[in-house]
Structure formats: structure tokens, C-alpha cells
């Protein structure tokens, strides 16, 4: 993937070194020259001064090639207006924003940006957002048998109970993440546009769990 992460703070940079480790290419950019430093002496991908809403400044980032982006800059205001502008004009197909104010949420949320609260998100929780294949489990118990992974679902799940989904899988969900607070799912709760699913694995069936759930439900929902 080629990813454009605005903002170089210690959320942003850490998620742009995991990122450059795992093979992805990144257009990172800052107002602050100085921010670029916490990449590191060995980071040459590349790196633009400026805001995220800039169009000269996206285009130096590669925004016309970007598989994603992430803004995490320091502005709430900053940051969806970015995200706004990556997914709109640019139909980036993978754009999340970092928020302060968790009241907004909701309403951004609505114009189809996940947006994720700063306190409970971290560089790591980012990483697997975009690149979820690959990660390790979020707990494993410990006899190595059983595990939590977050899953992602295809949009075709979306209005539909998560019983129907535990069907389908034979794994039970342990717990949602909506607009940035989690909770437990009861067995009339329907899965939204913006959901964390995080379930229950038995060792060896991850592959399958996520295979069904990555793709529309068979039948309809």
C-alpha cells in the first residue's frame, strides 16, 4: 500500500516506521520541519511540510496513488477536513481521522470516516486498522488455545444482527467498538458502518473466521 499520514507526532510517526518495516510506502507531512525528526535518520520515504488539506501538498505526499489515510495531526478541525478532502476528492478508499472531542464522533461517523479517540488509539491499534492481515492476537489465553482478534467485515454484513454472524463463523464476538467506546453485544445488537468486531478464536481458525467474515453474507442479510 502507499499511505499519506498527516501529522508526525508520536502517533504518526511510530504508525509510519511500522508501516515502512512492513514493505507499505508513505507520504508523511507536518507544519513543523522539526516533527520529521522523530522518523529517524533511516527513514527515506517521503516527507512534505505543509497541511493535509493542501492539494499541492497531498500531491507531493502521492495522495493520487494512496491506498489510504490517516490524519492524526493535533486539530480536530485539521484532521477531518483532511480526511473529508482525502475520501471526497481524492476517493481515497481507506481514510481514518483521530479525534479529541468524542462528541463529535457520531457525526463523522455519518459522512463515512471512521474516526478514532485519541486516548484509546494508539500507533499499534492504527497498524491494524490498515493492515490487519498479519497481526498477532489482541489475548491469547494461556494454553495457546483460544485468542481475541479484531475481524473486519464486509459491508455487506452491515444491518445485520452479530448472531447471524456468530452463526456463520461458529465463533462467538466478544465485544464492539462503536464511536470509540466498546461494548458488549446482546443478541438483537446489528452491526453498523464504523464498527470494531473483536472475537473469540479457536487456535487455527482465524483464517477461516476472517474469510467468512470479509466477504458479503451468504443469502443476504
Known amino acids: 500500500m502507499h499511505v499519506v499520514i498527516m501529522g508526525c507526532g508520536r502517533v504518526g510517526s511510530s504508525l509510519a516506521r511500522s508501516l515502512v518495516e512492513r514493505g507499505h510506502t508513505i507520504g508523511i507531512i507536518d507544519q513543523d520541519p522539526k516533527a520529521f525528526r522523530r522518523l529517524g535518520p533511516d527513514f527515506d520515504e517521503t516527507t512534505v511540510r505543509g497541511v493535509g488539506f493542501d492539494r499541492e501538498v497531498l500531491a507531493k505526499a502521492g495522495i493520487g496513488r494512496a491506498d489510504a489515510f490517516v490524519s492524526v495531526s493535533s486539530g480536530d478541525n485539521s484532521n ?94 466478544a465485544y464492539i467498538n462503536r464511536f470509540g467506546r466498546a461494548a458488549l ?27 467468512i467474515a470479509g466477504a458479503a453474507p451468504q443469502g443476504g442479510s
Open 80 to 173: 477531518i477536513i483532511a480526511a473529508r478532502v482525502a475520501r471526497e476528492n481524492y476517493g481515497v478508499p481507506k481514510v481514518i481521522a483521530r479525534i479529541y472531542d468524542p462528541q463529535r464522533a457520531t457525526v463523522y461517523e455519518r459522512l463515512g470516516i471512521p474516526t478514532v479517540a485519541t486516548v484509546r488509539w494508539t500507533a499499534d491499534r492504527l497498524l491494524r486498522h490498515l493492515v490487519p492481515d498479519g497481526q498477532e492476537a489482541l489475548w491469547r489465553d494461556p494454553t495457546a488455545t483460544l485468542s481475541m482478534v479484531e475481524v473486519l467485515c464486509d459491508e455487506g454484513w452491515y444491518g445485520t444482527a452479530l448472531s447471524v454472524l456468530e452463526q456463520a463463523t461458529g465463533h462467538r464476538v
Open 185 to 211: 453485544p446482546t443478541a438483537s445488537t446489528v452491526l453498523q458502518d464504523g464498527d470494531q468486531v473483536f472475537m473469540l478464536v479457536a487456535d487455527g481458525d482465524e483464517a477461516g473466521i476472517k474469510r
